[in-house]
């Protein structure tokens, strides 16, 4: 059974970067049909995507924070990394790493989630 | 980007009675790319419908979803206790946006 799982800092000062991994189990991130991405939810409200990534390394982020944000994979370790530069209180929420079906970016659902984890940036 | 406006923002029902939410975008969603998610409190979204009217890997035939172009729905044609929580509507089609959510509250 396919399992994402992210992991990262709990806590990150104004500024700085915020770094979160997801790693895949019950599946390969190297097949095909499939992009990974990340999601996030500020507390109480609702869901904003991120950006994507294929295995081949190729990404697609929201317009709003593509200049902030770094999106990468790693097959070998079966995971991928999120990385939000500059970060300020309204970076506040739970993130998502999650797993899309499809044979292109756009026309890709979000069919596994992971189990979220929130991230609070604080000085 | 396309905006997705959900509605009621509160549905308040009682398990056995039928759930009628609304999705209705700014402009047309390409190919009918739209996704409907249930989330319950403390966890993550769960996939309901893709493709406007697919119903994901074992969801109860109670959920349906129809629509296309701008206006979609999201039916759960008689609550279980279970079905309480918050849905979202996505569209996938081109920078993926959510609706703002639709609370369903126990009457």
């Known amino acids: 059974q396919l399992q994402l799982q992210e992991s990262g800092p709990g806590l990150v000062k104004p500024s700085e970067t915020l770094s979160l991994t997801c790693t895949v189990s019950g599946g390969s991130i190297s097949s095909n049909n499939y992009f990974w991405g990340w999601i996030r939810q500020p507390p109480g409200k609702g869901l904003e995507w991120i950006g994507s990534i294929y295995y081949s390394g190729s990404t697609y982020f929201n317009p709003s924070l593509k200049s902030r944000v770094t999106i990468s994979v790693d097959t070998s370790k079966n995971q991928f990394s999120l990385k939000v530069s500059s970060v300020t209180a309204a970076d506040t929420a739970a993130y998502y790493c999650a797993r899309l079906s499809g044979d292109y970016i756009w026309g890709s659902y979000v069919g596994y989630w992971g189990q979220g984890t929130l991230v609070t940036v604080s000085s | 980007e396309i905006v997705l406006t959900q509605s009621p923002g509160t549905l308040s029902l009682s398990p056995g009675e039928r759930a009628t939410l609304s999705c209705r975008a700014s402009?047309?969603?390409?190919?009918?790319?739209l996704a409907w998610y249930q989330q319950k409190p403390g966890q993550a979204p769960r996939l309901l419908i893709y493709?406007?009217?697919s119903r994901a890997t074992g969801i109860p035939d109670r959920f349906s979803g129809s629509g296309s172009g701008t206006d979609f729905t999201l039916t759960i044609s008689r609550l279980e206790p279970e079905d309480f929580a918050v849905y979202y509507c996505q569209q996938y089609g081109s920078t993926y946006t959510f609706g703002q959510g639709t609370k369903l509250e126990i009457k």
């Open positions: 402009q047309s969603v390409s190919s009918s790319y």
């Open positions: 493709g406007a009217s």
